[in-house]
């Protein structure tokens, strides 16, 4: 599927991810789509926390676009806001928390080791067969 190479951030299709309520995902290059890249947006509605986890494959940076919140980064948190560039190696459990009244929306990067690990999250992102979304 051919993608225009330019597109407005809206225009990006959603994808569903189960790590939290008042939590909405976009792709912006799907996995497999752009040699070892991916990238998506993320925007959360406090209060809600976006689930701890770890990704052995690949390497995360977010870019904190607009709102605040808190970013838990191994055993820490760390206050977040617009213009926060957070660093995220692989294998190091991560999560984003917001109090009542806060938004957050970041931007990330997944940066993948190898082919395999991103095939990996390609299988685990992809569409439903029923899906009409398409495009990175």
């Known amino acids: ?12 299709p959603y994808y569903e991810q189960d790590s939290g309520a008042h939590i909405t995902y976009q792709f912006l290059v799907r996995p497999g789509s752009m040699g070892r890249l991916s990238s998506g947006r993320v925007r959360l509605q ?3 926390a976006k ?18 919140g808190y970013v838990t980064v191994g055993a820490e948190d760390f206050p977040v806001a617009a ?9 190091t459990r991560h ?6 009244g806060q938004h957050l929306e970041y931007v990330y990067f997944n940066a993948f080791e190898d082919l395999e ?20």
């Open 117 to 136: 690990a991103l095939r990996e999250l390609a299988r685990l992102s992809a569409p439903p067969p029923s899906s009409k979304q398409a495009g990175p």
């Open 46 to 48: 406090g209060p809600t």
């Open 95 to 100: 999560g984003v928390s917001l109090g009542a």
């Open 1 to 12: 599927v051919s993608v225009p190479p330019v597109q407005h951030l809206d225009d990006r």
């Open 51 to 68: 689930a701890l986890d770890a990704h052995a494959g690949w390497d995360q940076i977010y870019l904190v676009l607009s709102g605040a």
């Open 83 to 91: 213009g926060s560039v957070v660093r995220i190696p692989r294998h």
